[in-house]
């Protein structure tokens, strides 16, 4: 290396440092933060010395490079955005000091965050879960009416995928429809039709036969589907999350793997599993826009590569090969 080279690189460390005492003494920055900045810039450092370049002198392409190599390293999307964060902080500060006449991170794009996608759970888990609930609902005894609205509760969730605060406030009305679609009234008040599962018709049926006998030896009467002592006069959904979770973990499922919301999730992607057009998974969920109901469409593409993976000749063989 000329001693040019090695004067650029020296002079990058000690102006990382001077950066590292600004941060701190005049924006205050924590311990961790600095440790964090230091660690972040001293992996650039040691990148930037492969390319014969330093801190000091580094150009755009310089940088891109880094994150690219960051990418390839597999560092997820968050831990480069912070890296960056750290390279713009850095470089304002030289910019500031006079020490650079430019920016090279101002034409930088932010690494592109991944959608998170839905938790789902699988059909055989789902049909755990309802067995589970009708087999305890068919127990007589103390406890019945709590067994048989949990019952009800997953059987509606998962035959119509409304959202958890559309369910908890069904009305009682629902009872005396006694058909095969039932009218649910979403956000802005909008109405959409949702068609019921035959066990989950049974569900309100004997939910509705339990609430009768109730009402006949004195209870009172209830405008709510699920009534509850809050000041909503419903059960609040909060509630129904934390029962939920006992239940799976009764089923031998892993309680942080379930959620009302999640079940929602379970509805939509096993009906697009098993072939129904899009358009109408957004009707039923009631999503006013099919981009919202688009992000099932990744899930069903990870699970079709991982099928793929698992189970087509030439993956395998790539897997296993002679």
Known sequence: MSAGAGTRLDLSAAHLESFLEMMSA???AANNTLQSYERDLSDLLHFLKS??????????????????HLSAQGFAASSQARRL??????????????????????ILDAPRRQAA?????????VSRLLTLAAE???????????????????????????????????PAKVLDHEGRFLMIRGKG???????????AIKALAALGEHRRQAEKA????????????SKEGYLPRQVFARELKDLASRAGIRASHISPHVLRHAFASHLLQNGADLRIVQELLGHSDIS?????THVLEERLRQVVETHHPLAKSAKNPD
């Open 136 to 170: 305890e609902a068919a127990q007589e005894g103390p406890g019945l009416a709590f067994r048989l609205r949990m019952l009800a509760l997953l059987e509606l969730l998962y035959a119509t995928g409304m959202r958890v605060s559309e369910l908890v406030s069904l």
């Open 117 to 125: 996608l839905p938790k789902i759970l699988s059909e055989s888990d």
């Open 218 to 229: 004195g209870q009172a009467e209830s405008p709510w589907l699920f009534p509850a002592a």
């Open 85 to 106: 964060s750290a390279m713009r902080q850095f470089y304002k500060f030289l910019y500031a000091e006079g020490l650079r006449g430019d920016d090279p991170t101002a």
């Open 51 to 68: 390319r014969k370049t330093s801190l000091t002198a580094a150009a755009s392409a310089d940088l891109a490079a880094y994150l690219a």
């Open 26 to 28: 005049e924006r205050g």
């Open 189 to 199: 008040n909008k109405e959409r039709l949702v068609p019921l599962s035959r066990s």
């Open 292 to 296: 919202t109901t688009q992000i099932y």
